[in-house]
Nanobody, 125 residues
Framework: QVQLVESGGGLVQAGGSLRLSCAASERTFSWYAMGWFRQAPGKEREFVTAIIWFTGGTYYADSVKGRFTVSRDKAKNTVYLQMNSLKPEDTAVYYC??????????????????WGQGTQVTVSS
């Protein structure tokens, strides 16, 4: 059973930056992608970004494009989310997830097999 542990969340002022990390406990199968999602109070979990593990190809939600950058360290089984120019509307619990199969779009929560516990990001105005 793969375990994902997020870290790096916190409180930041609008315009500031945070870097989230997601470390996987093991990689005993072929991953297709790792993604980041977020969920604000009273809202559904939404796609933020994803990275294709082998190619490094990336996908971003329009709301974060140009401000957030996803990357991965294959040797450490870790994915990162660099968040710049943060806005109050970015406030949410951020989750990382692993999609083990290429079946299904990276933007859908249903495509992912393993999830982290989440880390809170709060952006004050």
């Amino acid at each position: 059973q793969v375990q994902l542990v997020e870290s790096g969340g916190g409180l930041v002022q609008a315009g500031g930056s945070l870097r989230l990390s997601c470390a996987a406990s093991e990689r005993t199968f072929s991953w297709y992608a790792m993604g980041w999602f977020r969920q604000a109070p009273g809202k559904e979990r939404e796609f933020v970004t994803a990275i294709i593990w082998f190619t490094g190809g990336t996908y971003y939600a329009d709301s974060v494009k140009g401000r957030f950058t996803v990357s991965r360290d294959k040797a450490k089984n870790t994915v990162y989310l660099q968040m710049n120019s943060l806005k109050p509307e970015d406030t949410a619990v951020y989750y990382c997830a692993v999609q083990s199969s290429s079946v299904g779009s990276v933007v859908y929560t249903s495509s992912y097999n393993y999830w982290g516990q989440g880390t809170q990001v709060t952006v004050s105005s």
